[in-house]
């Protein structure tokens, strides 16, 4: 479903698209070229529109524009969805804790760095500088 509405985005005046479970099945590079064919859809050629992604991989993560958490619970015995933007370093520990720790050094370079990569690659095929990603401060 992806790869036909990448390839038909271009001709669909839809201005804001969802797109649920894209990263089922898959993994590693293979979600960073997701996220990669995700921006171009949102960017477009015809002027840009809304993406709207929901994912549990942090390489797709990276490439979004802006990133919200979602988080479940139940208060008082209600169910409850907590809705928070992450940017900054907050965004950098919400993929780190994607990759499986926010709190392991490792996992912070490698969210750094997949925030760094998705940025370049977005200004390359757009033109238009992204914001850099800030490294974690320790």
Same mark, same amino acid.
């Given at each position: 479903?992806?790869?036909?509405?990448?390839?038909?985005?271009?001709?669909?005046?839809?201005?804001?698209?969802?797109?649920?479970?894209?990263?089922?099945?898959?993994? =590693? &590079?293979?979600?960073? +070229?997701?996220?990669?064919?995700?921006?171009?859809? !949102?960017?477009?050629? #015809?002027?840009? $529109?809304? %993406?709207?992604?929901?994912?549990?991989?942090?390489?797709?993560?990276?490439?979004?524009?802006?990133?919200?958490?979602?988080?479940?619970?139940?208060?008082?015995?209600?169910?409850?969805?907590?809705?928070?933007?992450?940017? =900054? &370093?907050?965004?950098? +520990?919400?993929?780190?804790?994607?990759?499986?720790? !926010?709190?392991?050094? #490792?996992?912070? $370079?490698? %969210?750094?760095?997949?925030?760094?990569?998705?940025?370049?690659?977005?200004?390359?095929?757009?033109?238009?500088?992204?914001?850099?990603?800030?490294?974690?401060?320790?």
């Amino acid at each position: 479903m992806l790869a036909l509405k990448v390839v038909l985005a271009e001709h669909d005046a839809v201005p804001t698209l969802v797109f649920d479970e894209v990263d089922q099945g898959i993994g =590693g &590079e293979v979600g960073g +070229r997701v996220g990669e064919a995700l921006a171009a859809v !949102a960017r477009g050629s #015809t002027g840009g $529109r809304q %993406a709207l992604v929901i994912t549990h991989l942090p390489q797709i993560a990276a490439y979004a524009d802006h990133q919200v958490v979602v988080a479940k619970a139940a208060k008082g015995g209600v169910a409850t969805s907590d809705v928070l933007v992450a940017a =900054g &370093e907050a965004r950098i +520990r919400e993929l780190a804790r994607m990759l499986g720790d !926010a709190d392991m050094d #490792t996992a912070l $370079r490698h %969210a750094a760095e997949l925030l760094r990569t998705a940025s370049e690659t977005s200004e390359t095929r757009s033109g238009t500088p992204s914001r850099p990603a800030r490294p974690p401060r320790r």
